[in-house]
């Protein structure tokens, strides 16, 4: 895929941008006139910048840069202009073009504003994408992002299972993704097209859990006006998943352990058993084995519960997913609000390495929003960016390095659609240095196809 188009009829000029974009490794074609480049286009071979002369011979560059709008708003287009074009390359910014060149130019000046067109294409086409994979979410099921060893065990783990009927315990702490797993495997299950329901067992009042669980008639207490339908009848088919079972009241643990053993039950005030057809996924951050210990929570219910369990690693042990992660997360926002996303420098990556995330993905989330929002990388935890620096060394440095490889590796077959022909070039590495890189960070081309 080329990523440059550049069209201007001087010979002279093409030839010495040409050797600036060699030297600079930036993909280009170039044309001595626009209908050529339009032709090129037609066939398939569209770019990510468009580069233009505005007095051409043919169509000009303000034709050229009207037919482009219409074919696609959103291609960058950078006009040329002599001296005695200055007022209609103001017009033509008006009109959508990227930025505008003064002749002569220095090639720096080209090459920067160039590069610049590039990442801001890069990010509108996966926000494209992006939209897509949300829109097809429900069919898809929730995406699991990540290439360390502990979550490629998870996802392996989670393809196994995810189509049985066994009930699940996963352990985590705040902010690792304890619904997205139990989604996941809910939407990998022959039960997808049934509900999945979620339970906040430390956000329902210890009065009401019972209630909110197993549903009621009317009339079985106070202010029970009406009969209510409770999550378990709610989830029959589906998937109930219960979060932070740890805090669940011990009365409810006993009806609980007898509801997972019949798989019926009776709403409050009723004799009727009802039998249900439900998988639960349980969730807690706290060691059950050890609560059950100390008697403040039922042994017989960890035991019923701890069939198949899944441990979910805080964000601290896997930080070479970090990059990977926020990139997702800033594009989420990115379309959720409206708003172009925009790289971050190497300084921020490594503010973001080297914070220790106490509150995991769901803290990495909420950096990446407030990134789009205002456009910086916002204190972490009350820290300078100075202070951030400071404990980079806490990293250490050949681990930083490392990441900051991967990324970049990671980055480059993302953009190459996983071409180890290109991805050499953009890098500048020899095929075997590249290869063994690779199988060092437990990287697959087919992947980034």
Not at 291 to 317: H, I
Not at 320 to 337: C, G, N, T
Not at 359 to 387: H, Q
Not at 392 to 410: P, R, T
């Amino acid at each position: 895929m080329t990523d440059i188009f550049f069209i201007d009829d001087e010979l002279d000029l093409r030839v010495a941008v040409e050797q600036s974009f060699e030297l600079a490794d930036l993909n280009a074609e170039f044309f001595a006139d626009a209908e050529s480049a339009l032709i090129a286009m037609q066939e398939g071979n569209m770019p990510k910048v468009v580069i233009s002369d505005i007095c051409l011979p043919g169509i000009s560059g303000e034709a050229m840069l009207s037919t482009l709008q219409k074919k696609d708003a959103k291609l960058p287009v950078i006009l040329i202009t002599g001296h005695g074009d200055i007022s209609m390359a103001v017009k033509a910014m008006h009109d959508g073009a990227y930025d505008f060149i003064e002749k002569p130019f220095s090639s720096d000046r080209l090459i920067e504003t160039v590069r610049r067109a590039i990442d801001k294409r890069q990010l509108l086409l996966e926000n494209e994408q992006l939209k897509i994979a949300l829109k097809a979410n429900q069919t898809l099921g929730p995406r699991i992002i990540g290439n360390t060893a502990s979550i490629e065990q998870l996802r392996q783990t989670i393809n196994q299972i995810a189509d049985t009927h066994a009930d699940i315990l996963l352990y985590g702490e705040t902010g690792t993704g304890k619904e997205l797993v139990a989604r996941s495997l809910h939407e990998q299950s022959s039960r997808r097209d049934q509900n999945f329901v979620a339970v906040n067992c430390g956000a329902v009042p210890e009065n009401l859990i019972e209630s909110e669980l197993y549903g009621h008639e009317k009339g079985a207490f106070t202010g029970a006006e009406s009969r209510r339908i409770g999550k378990f009848e709610y989830a029959d088919g589906g998937t109930l998943f219960l979060d932070e079972i740890e805090s669940m009241p011990m009365q409810a643990q006993i009806r609980l352990l007898r509801v997972l053993q019949e798989r019926q039950i009776e709403r409050i005030g009723s004799n009727q058993s009802i039998p249900i057809n439900i998988r639960v996924i349980a969730a807690t951050k706290a060691d059950l084995r050890q609560t059950s210990e100390q008697q403040t929570f039922r042994q017989d219910l960890y035991y019923r519960l701890n069939v198949v369990t899944l441990d979910l690693p805080p964000l601290r042990q896997r930080r070479e997913d970090i990059p990977a992660l926020f990139h997702h997360f800033l594009l989420v926002a990115a379309a959720r609000y409206g708003k172009a996303a925009t790289s971050l420098s190497n300084q921020d990556l490594q503010r973001l390495l080297s914070h220790d995330w106490p509150g995991n993905v769901r803290e990495l989330r909420n950096a990446a929003e407030r990134f789009v929002l205002l456009g910086k990388l916002n204190d972490l935890d009350g820290k300078s960016p100075e202070a951030s620096q400071e404990t980079n060394a806490a990293v250490g440095l050949v681990q930083q390095v490392a990441e900051f490889e991967k990324m970049l590796i990671e980055q480059t077959l993302s953009e190459v659609d996983g071409s180890i022909k290109f991805a050499m070039e953009k890098l500048q590495l020899p095929r075997k240095t590249l290869y063994d890189k690779m199988q060092r960070y437990q990287l697959d081309k087919d992947n980034y196809k």
